[in-house]
């Protein structure tokens, strides 16, 4: 059966993320029922994570603009009562700035076919932190090797949060073998997998809609998943699901303006 990370979270890392934005300045074991193989970040490691309030992650791709997952918000439409958070690694420490949302795209395709797992969330003001470019349609040259995964989400499955931003590298995995563990499920046009085969690291409740980044051959950061699903968190033969940025992104940059707020 399909979970939802908002529902069930992220396991070994420790990533959560409430609708907030606030912006900081400065710089395994078994896989159940404890699963470990995050670290906590630095301070301005992830520059444009974003914790959302309504118990999700984000990550600002425009000027005014987070990128999440479509099941961590209901519709479409004007909403000022997010709040996102950017630039924290400690959730309890002073700094940051939170910002009111203003308005969220929900993917049409999401309810229809519960695929193609993404929303944008529009701030009420442009925070002051870099923003994280998004793979490029077609760019399936980055679909390989080690991804990296963050958030305040569970560290264990059932848990509460962490108070602190935590990240964890985990690695491809492909199509046909991510079919054997869910099936017809999995929808690989729209889905990427990723985990270890005897789990122990993966994303978990709190994790929805925070991003999964690769570096590209220049060096930088880019967004080639996002949160969105898998069986329980961590558990082995169960990797974790994400939405496949690239199969989707010219949808999403649509539905942002050049002067980086979502279209109407």
């Known amino acids: 059966m399909r979970f939802s990370r908002l529902r069930r979270g992220l396991v070994g890392l420790g990533v959560l993320a409430t609708a907030v934005v606030t912006l900081a300045t400065g710089t395994a074991q078994a896989a159940t029922p404890f699963v470990v193989g995050g670290q906590t970040a630095a301070q301005g490691q992830f520059p444009w994570m974003v914790r959302l309030s309504m118990g999700c992650g984000g990550a600002l791709v425009a000027s005014k603009v987070v990128l999440t997952a479509a099941h961590c918000v209901t519709r479409t439409g004007s909403n000022s009562s997010i709040t996102a958070t950017i630039g924290k690694v400690d959730l309890q420490a002073g700094g940051g700035q939170s910002i009111r949302s203003t308005y969220v795209y929900r993917s049409p395709q999401y309810a229809s076919t519960g695929a193609q797992d993404w929303a944008l969330i529009e701030l009420a003001s442009a925070p002051s932190a870099p923003l994280l470019p998004i793979a490029a349609q077609g760019q399936t040259s980055l679909n390989s090797g080690d991804f990296t995964i963050m958030g305040w989400g569970a560290t264990t499955e059932g848990g509460g949060q962490s108070r602190y931003l935590r990240y964890a590298t985990v690695p491809f995995v492909s199509d046909a073998s991510c079919?054997?563990?869910?099936?017809?499920?999995?929808?690989?046009?729209?889905?990427?997998?990723?985990?270890?085969?005897?789990?122990?690291?993966?994303?978990?409740?709190?994790?929805?809609?925070?991003?999964?980044?690769?570096?590209?051959?220049?060096?930088?950061w880019v967004e080639v998943g996002i949160v969105s699903w898998g069986e329980g968190c961590a558990e082995p033969g169960y990797p974790g699901v994400y939405g496949e940025v690239q199969s989707f992104s010219d949808n999403i940059k649509?539905?942002?303006?050049?002067?980086?707020?979502?279209v109407r």
């Open 254 to 262: 649509a539905r942002i303006s050049s002067s980086g707020t979502v």
């Open 179 to 220: 079919q054997q563990s869910y099936g017809s499920e999995l929808q690989p046009a729209y889905e990427l997998c990723a985990g270890y085969p005897q789990g122990g690291v993966d994303t978990c409740q709190g994790d929805s809609g925070g991003p999964m980044v690769k570096r590209d051959s220049a060096g930088d």
